[in-house]
């Protein structure tokens, strides 16, 4: 059984159609409120004396391409309570049908809502207009603002975190629900003070996931000192791994050392590595001058005003921290190698007809690598002995290292157990780490005591006093089923919210837009 539209089911309820009009691109429905009697705004009694009317307008959700106006014919009623200061009241619709003063719908309004919430101001308007919806930017982000919700549950299980209003500059907080997986709250900033007094308003907090920083850890231990924190995993296993990668970078001289690398003809560099070389060579004789001041008797400051050198520069220096490394950088021409050498003993050694030849192949580089790597070769042929040694970063050494001997090459497999072999007390900072990584791994603490024995005199000491200092909340981090990788998630979704806003997030409407799209 099928059933016709009627006029009135196009309109919001409570309203019945009195007339309409079409105006080019314009509908207008006069409308009227179907109820007999109005309820006092400041009584509540309801009246049927109608003292007068008046025409509203306000707009609804298009109709067949076209703008749709309802022109209200609301009335004012006489108000018959007694006790009542207010005589006369104008009749009220309800805020999900037309708010007072409001000149759109409530379903419109809701529309709106939505639009500025997953799309902010101008992009929304732009889709607006498409939309037949009359609305502006500066509309929809007020209406944002309006319609800004606060989450209300009792809050248990927490992840805080910083971002970055402007990188290394300024920066925010957020606090994740991770129970409901929802944000709570942002933070004008990152100080331990104000995380403190958030902290304090909400006692019912039993567990805080945070990440490694010391200010979020001391806010929580002075605001909320029986709550649980809980480092996060992901940092950790950061952590540890970039302690292995300074403790390679500070044993960077002893890897030359071990694998012969110290010697370096000059007369086999091309013109950009021999650049690299004198670079290489004024930082050494900086680095000399620097330790021979120091050695005297100079002190830092007056160290600094004879080189013209960064305080924390001199201080790497003094400390033996700046250890400088000549290497050449890795090639475009990694892939192209074993071709290359082909060709080369096969007689092919013009530098253009090669180039020309790898072109074909895919390569894409310019034809003065290929240059530079047949004059290194001619060079190299020449000389009796004594070619440019290569010498990974330590980055690649570090991974190298930590990586399974079957992914590693031959010439890898040898120059990683040169290393092993001349360095064991950087095979003891792998293991240490590799032990730990495993700890959090299979969520076991038992043999964390015995672990840190371990690491305090080794290569990643440091690390390992980091650790000490935040014991329970490591511990915790393994055993605990929460994380901050919640948190880290949301502050993703912060970021795109606000690159949409075009400099305009500030943190009441950001808040908004966050917690408002949940």
């Known amino acids: 059984m099928q059933h016709g539209v009627r006029p009135s089911s196009l309109v919001p309820p409570c309203f019945a159609v009195v007339r309409s009009e079409i105006d080019g691109d314009r509908a207008v429905v006069t409308v009227r409120a179907t109820a007999s009697s109005g309820a006092c705004p400041s009584c509540g009694v309801r009246s049927q004396r109608v003292q007068s009317q008046y025409a509203r307008r306000a707009s609804d959700l298009p109709i067949s391409g076209r703008r749709v106006e309802l022109e209200v014919l609301a009335r004012r009623f006489w108000c018959d309570a007694v006790l009542c200061g207010r005589r006369i009241f104008a009749e009220r619709f309800g805020d999900d049908v037309l708010a007072p003063m409001s000149r759109r719908t409530g379903r419109l309004e809701l529309i709106v809502h939505h639009l500025g919430l997953a799309l902010g101001g101008r992009p929304a308007a732009g889709f607006a207009r498409r939309l037949m919806v009359p609305v502006s930017n500066d509309t929809l982000l007020r209406v944002v603002r309006r319609k800004a919700q606060v989450p209300s549950e009792t809050l248990t299980v927490i992840g805080i975190d910083d971002f970055a209003w402007r990188r290394n500059h300024r920066y925010g907080t957020i606090v994740c629900d991770l129970e409901r997986r929802r944000t709570v709250t942002l933070l004008p900033d990152r100080e331990p003070a104000t995380s403190e007094a958030w902290l304090r308003r909400h006692s019912s907090i039993t567990v805080v996931a945070r990440d490694r920083g010391g200010g979020y850890g001391e806010a929580a231990a002075k605001a909320l000192p029986s709550a649980e924190q809980v480092a996060d995993r992901w940092h950790l296993m950061e952590n540890a791994s970039r302690a292995f990668l300074e403790a390679v970078r500070k044993s960077m001289r002893q890897i030359r050392s071990v694998i012969g690398a110290t010697v370096i003809n000059p007369a086999l560099l091309t013109s950009a590595e021999r650049l690299q070389y004198e670079g290489y060579q004024r930082r050494e004789e900086t680095n000399a001058a620097v330790m021979a001041m120091f050695s005297d008797g100079v002190p830092i400051k007056q160290i600094v005003k004879r080189t013209c050198l960064a305080r924390d520069t001199v201080r790497r220096i003094v400390r033996g921290q700046r250890s400088e490394v000549f290497r050449t950088r890795q090639s475009s021409l990694e892939e192209q190698l074993p071709w290359l050498d082909a060709q080369w003993d096969a007689g092919k050694r013009n530098s253009s007809a090669l180039w020309r030849s790898m072109r074909v192949r895919g390569f894409r580089g310019s034809a003065r690598v290929v240059s530079e790597w047949a004059t290194r070769r001619r060079r190299a042929e020449k000389a009796d002995a004594g070619t440019l040694a290569r010498i990974p970063s330590a980055r690649t050494i570090a991974r190298f290292m930590t990586n399974g001997r079957d992914k590693l090459s031959k010439a890898e497999t040898v120059l990683i157990a040169a290393i092993e072999t001349g360095l064991p007390q950087l095979v003891k900072a792998r293991e ?21 024995e371990r690491a305090a005199d080794s290569l990643v000491a440091s690390f390992c006093s980091g650790v000490r ?16 990788g919640q948190t880290e998630g949301q502050i993703t979704k912060l970021k795109l919210v606000k690159r949409q806003m075009y400099g ?9 837009r966050l917690i408002g799209a949940m």
Do not use: C, Y
């Open 469 to 484: 200092k935040d014991e329970a909340a490591v511990r915790a981090a393994v055993t605990s089923p929460w994380s901050n």
């Open 504 to 512: 305009r997030g500030k943190i009441d409407l950001l808040q908004a």
């Open 432 to 452: 240490i780490i590799l032990d730990f990584h495993q700890m959090i791994r299979t969520r076991t603490v038992a043999g964390m005591p015995l672990w840190m």
